[in-house]
């Protein structure tokens, strides 16, 4: 378990589990849940031990954004808030950095809903998973604040016009949507949404970990880049990863048909 009862994390032999642990306000993601989650990211990237991660949370929500009553409350700051939220969207964005340059896959395990800063948390892990029945939105401008920062996850997860909708409607789509657009790999009944989740992570885990790390780094990095300058990230990415012993063993283990001696 980690010592932050905001972040609950349990290691199931090469699968990590991280759960949101703060259901009173359905995990929001104030300052301190960001920095305790930021901590434990940085503990696993440090884990040669873990292989996957899962994100879940507690409760009725996997996360409805960030914490409103603590942004207004910085509105008493002398400078009427501005440098707390500043500091607030700096943060957020590190951590959401920190799970696309993690070198193990993040699979999102979704309940509940997902606005806003949650609905960017998802869309910056590199699965998701929800449950039947899970809304996700971005729907800041309901309230006049439209969802920029969690606008840059949405943008790169699934096609920019669907981005644009949801961002500048409010609204809300559900799980068989999200699905549709890209926002989630499986949508399951709410009672199976641990063991499936878990099931995909202990698959991932189950691969040769230093194959998966280098195909995580180059699948990140060659997003959003031209045809040739993705095969110049791509081919050297294939060779490094070629001149592995364990992979030489697989290649053989598997011309001459039998389990590759990973051990």
């Not at 996850?153 to 699934?158: D, V």
Request: charged share 20%.
């Amino acid at each position: 378990m980690s010592d932050n009862e905001l972040i609950l994390r349990s290691d199931h032999d090469h699968v990590a589990r991280l759960v949101l642990n703060s259901p009173q306000n359905f995990n929001a993601l104030s300052l301190e849940m960001i920095a305790a989650l930021a901590t434990e990211l940085d503990r696993i990237a440090r884990d040669d031990s873990i292989r996957a991660v899962i994100l879940a949370a507690t409760g009725k929500a996997f996360s409805a954004g960030h914490d409103l009553r603590q942004m207004q409350a910085a509105r008493e700051d002398v400078d009427g808030g501005k440098a707390a939220f500043q500091t607030l969207f700096d943060n957020c964005a590190l951590m959401m950095q920190q799970i696309a340059a993690l070198p193990q896959p993040v699979i999102a395990e979704v309940q509940g809903i997902a606005t806003a800063a949650g609905c960017q948390l998802v869309a910056s892990c590199d699965l998701a998973v929800a449950a039947d029945g899970v809304r996700f939105g971005v729907n800041g401008v309901n309230i006049g604040l439209f969802c920029t920062t969690p606008m840059v996850a949405l943008t790169r997860a699934i096609a920019p016009r669907a981005a644009f909708e949801l961002l500048v409607t409010g609204d809300f789509v559900d799980a068989a949507r999200a699905r549709e657009l890209g926002l989630v790999n499986r949508v399951v009944p709410p009672g199976d949404l641990a063991e499936t989740t878990m099931a995909l992570a202990r698959q991932i885990a189950a691969k040769l970990p230093q194959a998966v790390r280098l195909g995580k780094r180059a699948y990140r990095d060659q997003l959003g880049k031209s045809s040739a300058d993705a095969y110049g990230i791509a081919g050297p990415t294939m060779c490094e990863n070629l001149m592995l012993p364990e992979t030489a063993e697989g290649i053989a283990a598997f011309l001459e048909k039998r389990p590759p001696n990973w051990s």
